[in-house]
């Protein structure tokens, strides 16, 4: 069994910033990539940023420049900083995660989500 905890979501004023991490645990042989997605109410989940087991980065066009996805694969944990936040970026953010389990299985996870909110 694995499970993905999000934390760091909260409360942030228009331009601030915000990092969220994401852990990865249980019977994990390997994770081959994490990501993150966010949901805003009444749309689509869209992908924010991925990260591979080889340290390569993807983001969201609307991203590039102000988010940052980094992990730490000794604790199997991935990293979204935020910065320059806007009034858009609001919604709840889910931590994603391919991983090879130690049964060998690979499979697809999703964290709970914890919820980002930009406002004055």
């Known amino acids: 069994q694995v499970q993905l905890v999000e934390s760091g979501g909260g409360l942030v004023q228009p331009g601030g910033s915000l990092r969220l991490s994401c852990a990865a645990s249980?019977?994990?042989?390997?994770?081959?990539?994490m990501g993150w997605y966010r949901q805003a109410p009444g749309k689509e989940r869209e992908l924010v940023a991925l990260?591979?087991?080889?340290?390569?980065?993807n983001y969201a066009h609307s991203m590039k420049g102000r988010f940052t996805i980094s992990r730490d694969n000794a604790k199997n944990t991935v990293y979204l900083q935020m910065d320059s936040l806007k009034p858009e970026d609001t919604a709840v953010y889910y931590c994603?995660?391919?991983?090879?389990?130690?049964?060998?299985?690979?499979?697809?996870?999703w964290g709970q989500g914890t919820q980002v909110t930009v406002s004055s």
């Open positions: 994603n995660a391919n991983i090879v389990g130690t049964d060998y299985h690979e499979s697809g996870y």
């Open positions: 249980g019977s994990i042989f390997s994770i081959i990539a």
């Open positions: 990260i591979t087991s080889g340290g390569s980065a």
